[in-house]
């Protein structure tokens, strides 16, 4: 299974980062890309679809807290946008996965928990 991780630059890459340099992914999985963004409110929802179009099975989003975010409300865009790709994505029965964790570099817990729902849902154990 792959994954792209896209982290907004002021808290989300640095703490995919952090996190990455510590932990791995769960079993089977693997890292296709991980990046960085000035901020998630600026992804429209047919880029998140184009991501996971290029044999990418989830994409892991992570951003600032919701009333942290340097642009305002980046991450609340960013939330309802994830939500909704879900939403269509179920719709369509299409299998695959989007995924948001608002964190800071020093609370990276929500990757975890991130790519823990991720496994869960491919049915996957969240061992790491």
């Known amino acids: 299974m792959k994954l792209v ?3 907004c630059e002021r808290n989300g890459y ?3 980062l952090r ?3 510590n932990a791995s992914l769960p079993s089977g999985w693997e890292l296709k890309e991980l990046s960085t963004i000035p901020c998630l409110g600026f992804i429209k929802e047919e880029t998140l679809f184009t991501i996971l179009g290029e044999d ?3 994409l892991l989003l992570a951003g600032c807290p919701l009333d942290a975010c340097k642009n ?3 991450s609340d865009i960013a939330l309802r946008r ?3 790709a879900n939403a269509l994505l179920e719709e369509a029965q299409i299998y695959k996965k989007v995924v ?3 964190v800071t570099p020093d609370k ?3 990757v975890r928990r991130a790519l823990t729902e991720i496994s869960t849902f491919f049915g996957g154990s969240d061992k790491q």
């Open 100 to 102: 948001l964790a608002l």
């Open 5 to 7: 991780a896209l982290g």
């Open 82 to 84: 994830t939500l909704r």
């Open 72 to 74: 305002i409300r980046g």
């Open 19 to 21: 996190y990455f340099e």
């Open 56 to 58: 990418v099975d989830a």
């Open 108 to 110: 990276i817990g929500e």
């Open 14 to 16: 640095p703490a995919l």
